[in-house]
C-alpha cells in the first residue's frame, strides 16, 4: 500500500471518529439527564486513564501507583491558564478548551519526565514507592499554594463539558497504545515488560523506554485532568488523592495487565459499579448480607474446585459450573432470611448506597479469584480472535 493510500485512510478514520464523537454528544446532550450525563463524562474520563495507565504497567511492565498526580498537574495546570488567558484571548470555550487541554497534557507530560529520569532505573516496589511518594508530594503542595485555592479548592471562572472531546481523547489513545503494540517500536516496550536483562542485552535502551512510556501515560492524564477541571468549573486537592491512583491501578489488574481491552472494560465497569448503586433503591439485612457473602466463598471455592478437577465434557461443565454459581445463593438466601426472622441480625438494614464499596470489593474478590490473570490477560478483543474462539468450539463440538 503507498504511502498516499496509508495516510487518506488514516485522515478518513479521524474525521470518522471525530463524527462519531460529536454525533453520540448530540445523541445523548438530547435523550437522557443531567445525571447520566455525567456518567457517560466520567467513564470516558476513566477509559482514558485506565488505559494510559495500562501503557506503563501492563505493556511496559513497570509498577507505578502515582498517576493520580499526572490527573492532578494536567486539571491545575488547566484550570491555573484558563483563569489567566481566556480573557486575553479571542477564542470562545469550545474552541479553547482544545488549547487547555494541550496546556493540561504538556504539564503533566514534563511532570512525568521530571519523575521519570530519575526514578524509572528502580522496578517493582521501589518503583512504586518513588511514583505514590509523587502523588503525595503534588497533593500536599498544591494544599499548602493560597494562590491555588490551597485546601479548600480552587475555582475555574469558565465552565464548559465536552462528551465529544471526552470521547475523542478516550478513542486516540486507545487507538496510540493498540497502534504501539502493533508496531515495531512496541516490541521494545513487550520485551522490557518480559525480561529487562534480555531486552537490554539486544540493544534495547531501558530507561529511554520506560521514560517514553511515562510521559506518554502522563500526557494523557493531564489531558484527561484538564477536561475534568472544566466540566466541575471546582477542583480540590482532596479530589486526587492516592485511594484515586489505586482505583485506577485496580481498573488495569482487573482488566488483565497489557490488555487494553481489559482496561476499557474494568474502566467501565469499577466506575459504574458504585454510581449506580448510589442511585439503587433496595435495601439488605445483615442476615442476607451474611448469606451472600458466605455464597461468594462456597461459589468461588466450588468454581476453582471444579475447574481444577473435572475433565469431562464442556457441557457438563458448563453446568456445573451454572450450577456452582446459582446454588450457593440460592442456599444462602435462604439462610439469610431464617437468621432475618430468628435472629438479632434482622434488626439492621443497610441501603445500597451505604454497600456500594462494600459490592464493588466482592466483585474485585471473585474475578481476581477466578481469573487470576484479569478478564483478559493479555489477550486484545478483535473479529479475528472472537472468529477463531468460535471455531474452536465448533471443533470441540
Known sequence: MSLGKILGKRAL???AAVGVCVLAQMVLTQSVDGFLLRLFFLGGLYVTLAVSLNLINGITGQFSIGHAGFYMVGAYAAGLSSNYF????????????LVSVLI???????AGLIVGLPSLRLKGDYLAVVTLGFGEIIRIITLNQEAWG????????HKHQSLALVFLLAIVCIAVCRNLLKSAHGLAFLAVREDEVAAQAM??????????????????AGAAGALFAHDSGFINPDLFKMELSFLILTMVVLGGTGSITGSVLAAATLFLIP????????????????GVLVAVGVMVYTIRLVERTFHGEKTQKSLLLLGAVVMPYVVMFGVGKLLETYTILGDKFYKANDLRWVILAIVLLVV????????????????????????RRAVEA
Not at 454510581?275 to 451474611?290: C, D, M, N, T, Y
Open 150 to 157: 490551597g485546601s479548600y479548592g480552587y475555582n475555574l471562572n
Open 203 to 220: 540493544g534495547i535502551n531501558l530507561t529511554k523506554t520506560k521514560v517514553v512510556a511515562f510521559v506518554v501515560g502522563a500526557t494523557f
Open 275 to 290: 454510581e449506580l448503586l448510589r442511585i439503587a433503591k433496595f435495601e439488605v439485612s445483615q442476615g442476607v448480607l451474611l
Open 104 to 110: 493540561g497534557s504538556v504539564a503533566a507530560a514534563i
Open 13 to 15: 478514520s479521524i474525521l
Open 368 to 391: 481476581m479469584l477466578i481469573r487470576p490473570s484479569g478478564l483478559f490477560g493479555h489477550h486484545e478483543f478483535s473479529w479475528d480472535w472472537l472468529r477463531s474462539k468460535m471455531n
Open 86 to 97: 481566556f480573557p486575553r484571548q479571542s477564542l470562545d470555550m469550545p474552541a479553547y478548551l
